[in-house]
């Protein structure tokens, strides 16, 4: 064996025990294939092992030292291509990997056999290929084609996860294994060359491919490749051009006429600064060409954030400052889109915060607004804590991020942006702002995270105050609404009023009608009675009349008694078993007589079927007569007045079936803002002027109180009454409704009194 190869592979092997060894103490911060690039270390060890064999060494009695290379590197390209399986799948699923370790066994299985079968083994013996394939030995071949197949499949993985790679540093990922199966395929290849030098080149490339399998597994974020290339490119410009110079220089210094003395010297360094004055502008071309490969995407950070503080200072509206936001941000940063998402810290909830992601910008169409993150988590962590930007990459490759929740990795996933950096006022988290991928697909440097990190700064003053304002406009909001409220009240409370002094007016005048009649005709007796002309017809009719007033008083003075007892709510119900029926025939019977003098009618109908009530007879009777007697105020001469009542089942799981009595009339209607305040006391939905003393006359107002004592009763047996009308008018006379709701049953905390202790 050559010595310099010796030399170089053991060397090698020294390499390669050492980072073994590395890999062992770091074995935590692995991304994916610890016992395959475990596995690929050690068979590369293995095959180099091998060198150190005597050439002539037999296994078997028949084969030589390089059927077991060949095995040990076919071995080594399928645990390498595990690795490299395991590592572009996004998720680590391990189907692919199966897959792939069942072909790799299988090829290995077949060169072993065709070995076993093979009466001579060629590969790796100078100008081997000819041999074997005059020979036909399919050892050889198989070796070869295995390898030629296992490093195509390799590569057609590698590209199509570099094609798909939702980010530049997977595709820049994609793009270091395939650069590194290459160089460990082409390694392979030298090493079963044949050739000293060329297996001497071998070892070394296996080395170094084997190395960047280590290098890629440690170290989640690989160096940037296609950066990589451009400088080399561009340095080997520069080399190239001076290069050229200098060889220009020296073939001019070869052919001057002078060689020595003086007069050469001047002349050389003439020459000498010729060509630095060359090399300048060179340089400068060299340069020129590369600037704008290398800087494309590349970022002025001080215009940059200058600009955008600029714009995001004079937004002061949330809608504002997202367009202006995002729209720098696009701009400066040269990305594809960026957006706002705005952090709720609630405090308790499960030590969770609450991620809001804003509509607008680059999240014009997106449909899962929000999101939440653990505040033990890596990525509050991160943000909140450290207060740092964050990669989306970072999110699916660091091992940092290894422990995140399903949830919070699947809510970023969604958000389909690059980088994050978090917006911070006073020390904590109020918002996140998040960028898309680069125009030209580059990935994200640390000078980049450094510029919008710098801009989620000067966003925190900005969202702050927009947040403000936006509460701000809020507060005003409820404010006026509440303001509005009041006033409304206001002017309810100054109608009320204002009633309540009318009332004292028409309570005067209601009294003073009758009060003057009795006292009109006691005086009239008293004179007829001192002069003896009192005769019993006489006498008769004005009893009658002074009893009709005093009758008219009476009823004022009870009515004005039950609003009072409403008042402090101390009106006694005493329950006993009715039906609506009897109530409703009770109300109306005294009533039609009058109904009858102005040709009204009455009809009513559903009352016969429905069931017996609880309730206090003598007072319901009382409200639906006061509904009943407005019915006949309230309606013209002819016209209709009709009752419907029917058993309304319960709509609702926690309601109870109830009676529902309509008594529907056809006459003048009552104002929309009057249906409420009808049942107020003392309200009069008409001017008391009107004021007629007949009870049941047409437009014949009363005090203002028969609705307000029906409203009273109703409610005190747990019912409801509302009046229903299109509206006020005289002459098309619209008509009213008025519904009376009851339970069959009064709830448990209706006014009651038992009706033995209301008979004491
Ligand atoms: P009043 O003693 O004035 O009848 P109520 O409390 O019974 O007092 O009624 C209050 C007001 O409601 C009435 O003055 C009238 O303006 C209005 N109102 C009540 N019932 C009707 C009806 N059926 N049609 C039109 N207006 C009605």
Same mark, same amino acid.
């Given at each position: 064996?050559?010595?310099?190869?010796?030399?170089?592979?053991?060397?090698?092997?020294?390499?390669?025990?050492?980072?073994?060894?590395?890999?062992?103490?770091?074995?935590?911060?692995?991304?994916?294939?610890?016992?395959?690039?475990?596995?690929?270390?050690?068979?590369?060890?293995?095959?180099?092992?091998?060198?150190?064999?005597?050439?002539?060494?037999?296994?078997?009695?028949?084969?030589?030292?390089?059927?077991?290379?060949?095995?040990?590197?076919?071995?080594?390209?399928?645990?390498?291509?595990?690795?490299?399986?395991?590592?572009?799948?996004?998720?680590?699923?391990?189907?692919?990997?199966?897959?792939?370790?069942?072909?790799?066994?299988?090829?290995?299985?077949?060169?072993?056999?065709?070995?076993?079968?093979?009466?001579?083994?060629?590969?790796?013996?100078?100008?081997?290929?000819?041999?074997?394939?005059?020979?036909?030995?399919?050892?050889?071949?198989?070796?070869?084609?295995?390898?030629?197949?296992?490093?195509?499949?390799?590569?057609?993985?590698?590209?199509?996860?570099?094609?798909?790679?939702?980010?530049?540093?997977?595709?820049?990922?994609?793009?270091?294994?395939?650069?590194?199966?290459?160089?460990?395929?082409?390694?392979?290849?030298? @090493?079963?060359?044949?050739?000293?030098?060329?297996?001497?080149?071998?070892?070394?490339?296996?080395?170094?491919?084997?190395?960047?399998?280590?290098?890629?597994?440690?170290?989640?974020?690989?160096?940037?490749?296609?950066?990589?290339?451009?400088?080399?490119?561009?340095?080997?410009?520069?080399?190239?051009?001076?290069?050229?110079?200098?060889?220009?220089?020296?073939?001019?210094?070869?052919?001057?006429?002078?060689?020595?003395?003086?007069?050469?010297?001047?002349?050389?360094?003439?020459?000498?600064?010729?060509?630095?004055?060359?090399?300048?502008?060179?340089?400068?071309?060299?340069?020129?060409?590369?600037?704008?490969?290398?800087?494309?995407?590349?970022?002025?950070?001080?215009?940059?954030?200058?600009?955008?503080?600029?714009?995001?200072?004079?937004?002061?509206?949330?809608?504002?400052?997202?367009?202006?936001?995002?729209?720098?941000?696009?701009?400066?940063?040269?990305?594809?889109?960026?957006?706002?998402?705005?952090?709720?810290?609630?405090? $308790?909830?499960?030590?969770?915060?609450?991620? @809001?992601?804003?509509?607008?910008?680059?999240?014009?169409?997106?449909?899962?607004?929000?999101?939440?993150?653990?505040?033990?988590?890596?990525?509050?962590?991160?943000?909140?804590?450290?207060?740092?930007?964050?990669?989306?990459?970072?999110?699916?490759?660091?091992?940092?991020?290894?422990?995140?929740?399903?949830?919070?990795?699947?809510?970023?996933?969604?958000?389909?942006?690059?980088?994050?950096?978090?917006?911070?006022?006073?020390?904590?988290?109020?918002?996140?702002?998040?960028?898309?991928?680069?125009?030209?697909?580059?990935?994200?440097?640390?000078?980049?995270?450094?510029?919008?990190?710098?801009?989620?700064?000067?966003? $925190?003053?900005?969202?702050?105050?927009?947040?403000?304002?936006?509460?701000?406009?809020?507060?005003?909001?409820? @404010?006026?609404?509440?303001?509005?409220?009041?006033?409304?009240?206001?002017?309810?409370?100054?109608?009320?009023?204002?009633?309540?002094?009318?009332?004292?007016?028409?309570?005067?005048?209601?009294?003073?009608?009758?009060?003057?009649?009795?006292?009109?005709?006691?005086?009239?007796?008293?004179?007829?009675?001192?002069?003896?002309?009192?005769?019993?017809?006489?006498?008769?009719? @004005?009893?009658?009349?002074?009893?009709?007033?005093?009758?008219?008083?009476?009823?004022?003075?009870?009515?004005?008694?039950?609003?009072?007892?409403?008042?402090?709510?101390?009106?006694?119900?005493?329950?006993?078993?009715?039906?609506?029926?009897?109530?409703?025939?009770?109300?109306?019977?005294?009533?039609?007589?009058?109904?009858?003098?102005?040709?009204?009618?009455?009809?009513?109908?559903?009352?016969? $079927?429905?069931?017996?009530?609880?309730?206090?007879?003598?007072?319901?009777?009382?409200?639906?007569?006061?509904?009943?007697?407005?019915?006949?105020?309230?309606?013209?001469?002819?016209?209709?007045?009709?009752?419907?009542?029917?058993?309304?089942?319960?709509?609702?799981?926690?309601?109870?079936?109830?009676?529902?009595?309509?008594?529907?009339?056809?006459?003048?209607?009552?104002?929309?803002?009057?249906?409420?305040?009808?049942?107020?006391?003392?309200?009069?939905?008409?001017?008391?002027?009107?004021?007629?003393?007949?009870?049941?006359?047409?437009?014949?107002?009363?005090?203002?109180?028969?609705?307000?004592?029906?409203?009273?009763?109703?409610?005190?047996?747990?019912?409801?009454?509302?009046?229903?009308?299109? $509206?006020?008018?005289?002459?098309?006379?619209?008509?009213?409704?008025?519904?009376?709701?009851?339970?069959?049953?009064?709830?448990?905390?209706?006014?009651?009194?038992?009706?033995?202790?209301?008979?004491?």
């Amino acid at each position: 064996m050559d010595s310099l190869l010796g030399a170089v592979t053991l060397a090698s092997i020294g390499i390669q025990a050492l980072l073994l060894l590395y890999v062992q103490v770091r074995r935590q911060r692995l991304r994916t294939g610890y016992p395959w690039l475990l596995s690929t270390l050690l068979l590369s060890l293995l095959a180099a092992l091998t060198f150190l064999l005597p050439p002539d060494v037999q296994i078997t009695g028949k084969y030589g030292r390089n059927f077991a290379l060949t095995l040990a590197l076919a071995a080594l390209v399928i645990a390498f291509g595990a690795v490299v399986v395991s590592d572009t799948q996004r998720q680590p699923a391990t189907g692919g990997r199966r897959a792939w370790l069942l072909l790799g066994l299988l090829w290995l299985g077949g060169l072993i056999a065709a070995g076993l079968l093979s009466p001579t083994i060629s590969i790796a013996e100078g100008e081997w290929l000819v041999a074997a394939v005059n020979a036909r030995e399919p050892f050889s071949l198989m070796a070869l084609g295995g390898l030629g197949v296992v490093g195509a499949v390799l590569l057609g993985i590698c590209l199509y996860a570099f094609y798909i790679a939702p980010l530049p540093e997977i595709a820049n990922r994609a793009l270091f294994w395939i650069i590194n199966t290459a160089v460990i395929v082409v390694g392979v290849i030298l @090493m079963l060359s044949g050739s000293q030098t060329l297996t001497l080149l071998g070892v070394i490339t296996l080395l170094v491919g084997v190395a960047g399998a280590v290098y890629a597994q440690l170290s989640y974020r690989v160096f940037d490749i296609r950066n990589g290339v451009n400088l080399s490119l561009r340095t080997a410009l520069v080399v190239t051009m001076t290069a050229l110079l200098l060889f220009g220089a020296l073939q001019a210094v070869s052919r001057l006429p002078v060689r020595s003395g003086m007069e050469a010297n001047v002349l050389l360094a003439l020459l000498a600064l010729a060509v630095a004055l060359l090399y300048v502008p060179v340089r400068q071309l060299a340069d020129a060409v590369f600037r704008p490969i290398i800087q494309r995407g590349q970022v002025n950070p001080t215009i940059a954030t200058r600009r955008y503080s600029q714009r995001v200072s004079g937004a002061v509206e949330l809608d504002q400052l997202i367009r202006v936001a995002t729209e720098t941000l696009n701009e400066s940063l040269r990305v594809r889109r960026s957006g706002l998402i705005l952090v709720n810290d609630t405090g $308790g909830e499960n030590g969770q915060i609450e991620l @809001m992601v804003m509509p607008g910008g680059g999240f014009a169409d997106f449909k899962n607004i929000r999101g939440y993150v653990a505040k033990a988590g890596p990525v509050y962590r991160q943000l909140a804590v450290k207060q740092s930007p964050l990669t989306q990459f970072d999110l699916e490759f660091s091992p940092d991020y290894k422990t995140l929740a399903e949830p919070e990795r699947q809510f970023f996933n969604s958000l389909r942006m690059s980088a994050y950096a978090p917006v911070i006022v006073e020390n904590s988290l109020i918002g996140i702002l998040a960028c898309g991928p680069k125009i030209n697909d580059a990935p994200f440097y640390p000078r980049d995270l450094e510029v919008l990190a710098t801009m989620a700064n000067q966003t $925190g003053v900005g969202l702050r105050n927009a947040r403000l304002v936006a509460d701000l406009r809020h507060l005003n909001r409820s @404010m006026e609404a509440l303001n509005k409220g009041l006033e409304e009240a206001n002017q309810q409370m100054e109608k009320l009023d204002s009633v309540k002094t009318e009332f004292v007016t028409i309570a005067s005048h209601e009294l003073r009608t009758p009060l003057a009649q009795i006292r009109g005709y006691t005086d009239i007796m008293d004179q007829l009675n001192s002069a003896g002309m009192l005769n019993q017809d006489q006498i008769g009719s @004005m009893v009658g009349n002074l009893r009709k007033a005093s009758e008219r008083m009476e009823e004022l003075i009870t009515a004005m008694l039950d609003v009072s007892q409403l008042d402090v709510n101390a009106m006694d119900l005493r329950f006993s078993q009715t039906t609506p029926e009897a109530i409703i025939r009770m109300a109306i019977e005294p009533l039609t007589d009058a109904i009858k003098q102005r040709k009204l009618t009455l009809s009513a109908r559903g009352l016969r $079927g429905l069931p017996t009530i609880e309730a206090d007879m003598q007072r319901l009777v009382q409200a639906f007569r006061n509904i009943v007697v407005n019915a006949i105020k309230f309606t013209p001469d002819g016209g209709r007045i009709e009752i419907n009542a029917s058993l309304q089942p319960a709509e609702k799981p926690g309601e109870k079936d109830h009676i529902l009595i309509a008594i529907t009339d056809t006459g003048v209607g009552i104002a929309r803002e009057n249906l409420e305040l009808i049942f107020q006391k003392f309200y009069r939905a008409y001017d008391p002027g009107l004021h007629s003393t007949g009870t049941y006359k047409f437009m014949g107002a009363g005090p203002g109180l028969g609705l307000t004592i029906a409203k009273g009763v109703i409610e005190g047996h747990g019912g409801k009454i509302w009046a229903e009308s299109p $509206g006020h008018n005289m002459e098309s006379c619209p008509g009213s409704t008025f519904f009376v709701e009851l339970p069959l049953v009064p709830p448990a905390n209706a006014r009651r009194v038992l009706p033995m202790e209301g008979e004491k």
